[in-house]
């Protein structure tokens, strides 16, 4: 998906899958996104309420890469203002378990803490 000058052009030097899998959803942000969005669409304005950490720039640029790599589907209305959905595509939802397990994993870790 990605071309040569891509920012990931080298993710297939290694065999480990758990590195690509990073390679491609690691980050801070991306995972908090795919997780909201298993939940169904959401408008870009109802992602930053649930974002309010991250920046305007910094959800763009999470999204826009989530759409490359072929998780994230964006929708565009023609619409005055601009209506814009996004939610995940059908590989994007393969990775509920994934989101799953590290949401009830981050759990027992913040009740360890406190």
Same mark, same amino acid.
């Given at each position: ?8 052009? $080298? $993710? ?16 801070? @942000?991306?995972?908090?996104?795919? =997780? ?7 408008? =870009? ?10 920046? #305007? &720039?910094?959800?763009?640029? #999470?999204?826009?890469?989530?759409? /490359? $790599?072929?998780?994230?589907? &964006?929708?565009? =209305? ?6 814009? /959905?996004?939610?995940?595509?059908? =590989? ?10 590290? &949401?009830? @994993? ?9």
């Amino acid at each position: 998906m990605k071309s040569a000058g891509s920012r990931r052009s $080298d $993710d297939h030097r290694s065999n480990c899958a758990v590195e690509a899998t990073v390679g491609v959803i690691g980050g801070r @942000w991306k995972t908090v996104v795919l =997780f909201w969005l298993l939940g169904g669409k959401l408008r =870009f304005g109802e992602l930053r309420r649930k974002l309010p950490n991250c920046t #305007q &720039r910094m959800l763009t640029l #999470q999204l826009r890469e989530l759409e /490359e $790599d072929g998780l994230v589907l &964006r929708t565009v =209305f023609a619409e005055v203002p601009p209506h814009v /959905e996004y939610e995940l595509t059908a =590989f994007g939802k393969s990775l509920e378990p994934v989101l799953l397990g590290m &949401r009830a @994993w981050g759990e027992k870790y913040k009740k360890r803490l406190g």
